[in-house]
């Protein structure tokens, strides 16, 4: 591949490491609102974040590239409730979107199949991971705050847990 490929694939290992910041500061909230389900569902969040990241780097040492780690932004700290925090989310995973349509781009550009057979994977992921926050910003508009129910769905949250998709 070439450098102009290589770095953005290198910038994007680091925006996947600044996802896990960004979801990590969601938990930080969430917990301080004693809303423990909701903070345990952006940890699981962050992990997979995380995971994404690392699965950049090892395609970029698979390809005798270098990945570089660069400093990462400060995360917003503060949200007014769950549903002003899920639809940043949601608004996050909108912009990640983009991010990989974009390197899709250069790659097919590029001629690059290898790189872009690998992007496919979070072409994919980022479906779900726009299904999965809309879906939650459709339930937090229909209950109320303090209501049963969103307590319910903090319950539920409780129970996310983190696998390691399949390759
Ligand atoms: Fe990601
Ligand atoms: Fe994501």
Redesign the pocket.
């Known amino acids: 591949m070439n450098d102009k490929l290589a770095q953005a694939l290198n910038d994007q290992m680091n925006f996947?490491f600044y996802?896990a910041h960004v979801y990590l500061a969601m938990a930080a909230y969430c917990s301080d609102e004693s809303l423990d389900g909701f903070a345990n569902f952006f940890i699981i969040q962050a992990e997979?974040?995380r995971f994404?990241?690392m699965k950049i780097y090892k395609f970029l040492n698979d390809r005798n590239r270098r990945a570089t780690l660069t400093a990462l932004g400060e995360p917003k700290n503060e949200y007014d409730s769950m549903l002003d925090a899920f639809e940043h989310g949601y608004a996050h995973e909108q912009q990640?979107t983009k991010r990989f349509y974009d390197l899709a781009d250069l790659a097919l550009n590029e001629r690059e199949h290898a790189t872009m057979y690998f992007l496919k994977w979070?072409i994919d992921?980022?479906v779900e991971?726009e299904a999965l926050f809309d879906g939650i910003i459709q339930k937090l508009k229909r209950i109320e705050k303090d209501s049963n129910a969103f307590y319910m769905l903090d319950a539920e949250f409780a129970s996310r847990t983190f696998v390691a998709p399949a390759e």
């Open positions: 996947e996802s997979e974040e994404h990241a990640n979070f992921e980022q991971e």
